[in-house]
T-cell receptor, first 112, second 117 residues
Framework: DVKVTQSSRYLVKRTGEKVFLECVQD?????MFWYRQDPGLGLRLIYF???????EKGDIPEGYSVSREKKERFSLILESASTNQTSMYLC???????????FGPGTRLTVT | QKEVEQNSGPLSVPEGAIASLNCTYS??????FFWYRQYSGKSPELIMF????GDKEDGRFTAQLNKASQYVSLLIRDSQPSDSATYLC?????????????????FGKGTHLIIQP
């Protein structure tokens, strides 16, 4: 079974803090993705990575950056957390082009 | 903007009946189609995928694809209260054309399904 894990289920941070969210997959998948999910807005793609050290912006990259130093690990960084970044953050991975994505359990981030 | 449309619901279905969930998509070039189930507070879980026109059955679930009409549906037979969840339709999109390309998924906002005991 594919397993995608995320570093925290719940996180509370203060405005202006730097926040790291980590995601690890154990199935040697090429592609990894970070989404945020908000009520009424659905899943929105923040960043994705199609290979080690390769990353590209998704639909809403502002205020975020990512790092993929190893194939199995994809990190999302909030450079200076703001209250409008309070959300559920979901990491996903897929084997290759056209394949299904598998999601981690999600991190519910609250910025106060 | 490539879009996936779903009726948000709630769709209320009696226990034991067939639940029918529908999805339309805008990109005629899409080749892969997926249904995810998401319980409240949890992450999406893949339940079906379909690539070819027609029906694909897996247990109580049947996915139907009509590329000419740009329409995907999910049927749940013998609905159970545990099927109550939000169902997300997802369609592959090309995120990057150069260097071998990369695909992602565009998700609909989901249909909230309630199975009434």
């Amino acid at each position: 079974d594919v397993k995608v894990t995320q570093s925290s289920r719940y996180l509370v941070k203060r405005t202006g803090e730097k926040v790291f969210l980590e995601c690890v997959q154990d199935m040697d998948h090429e592609n990894m993705f970070w989404y945020r999910q908000d009520p009424g807005l659905g899943l929105r793609l923040i960043y994705f990575s199609y290979d080690v050290k390769m990353k590209e912006k998704g639909d809403i990259p502002e205020g975020y950056s990512v790092s993929r130093e190893k194939k199995e690990r994809f990190s999302l960084i909030l450079e200076s957390a703001s209250t409008n970044q309070t959300s559920m953050y979901l990491c996903a991975s897929s084997l290759a082009r056209g394949y299904e994505q598998y999601f981690g359990p999600g991190t519910r981030l609250t910025v106060t | 903007q490539k879009e996936v449309e779903q009726n948000s619901g709630p769709l209320s279905v009696p226990e034991g009946a067939i639940a029918s969930l529908n999805c339309t998509y805008s990109d005629r070039g899409s080749q892969s189609f997926f249904w995810y189930r998401q319980y409240s507070g949890k992450s999406p879980e893949l339940i079906m995928f379909i690539y070819s026109n027609g029906d694909k059955e897996d247990g109580r679930f049947t996915a139907q694809l009509n590329k000419a009409s740009q329409y995907v549906s999910l049927l749940i037979r013998d609905s159970q209260p545990s099927d109550s969840a939000t169902y997300l339709c997802a369609v592959n999109i090309e995120l990057r054309k150069s260097g071998g390309g990369a695909d992602g998924l565009t998700f609909g906002k989901g249909t909230h399904l309630i199975i009434q005991p």
